[in-house]
């Protein structure tokens, strides 16, 4: 089963964007990042990719920093 994350490049970006998943209603886990993609502050956010264009237009318009949207199966 494919799994969806976002890499943040330190905790603060990721508890910004969490908090505003909340308050729009997006369903998502913050997770510890994949070993495999382990470049980051350690943690990430995985959500549903139906939901990606609802949080990449939330990352965009509160200027949160991503690292990126990664997949892994």
Known sequence: MEKNFILFPNY???LK???LLKSNHIKYV????????SKCCG???MYY???EERI???????FIQ????????
């Open 17 to 19: 964007l969490e908090s």
């Open 56 to 62: 990449q237009s939330i990352i965009k318009s509160n």
């Open 12 to 14: 603060s970006q990721g």
């Open 66 to 73: 991503v690292l990126g949207f990664y997949t892994l199966d």
């Open 43 to 45: 943690i990430s956010i």
């Open 30 to 37: 913050i997770a510890p990042t994949p070993r495999q993609l």
């Open 49 to 51: 990719k139906e939901d």
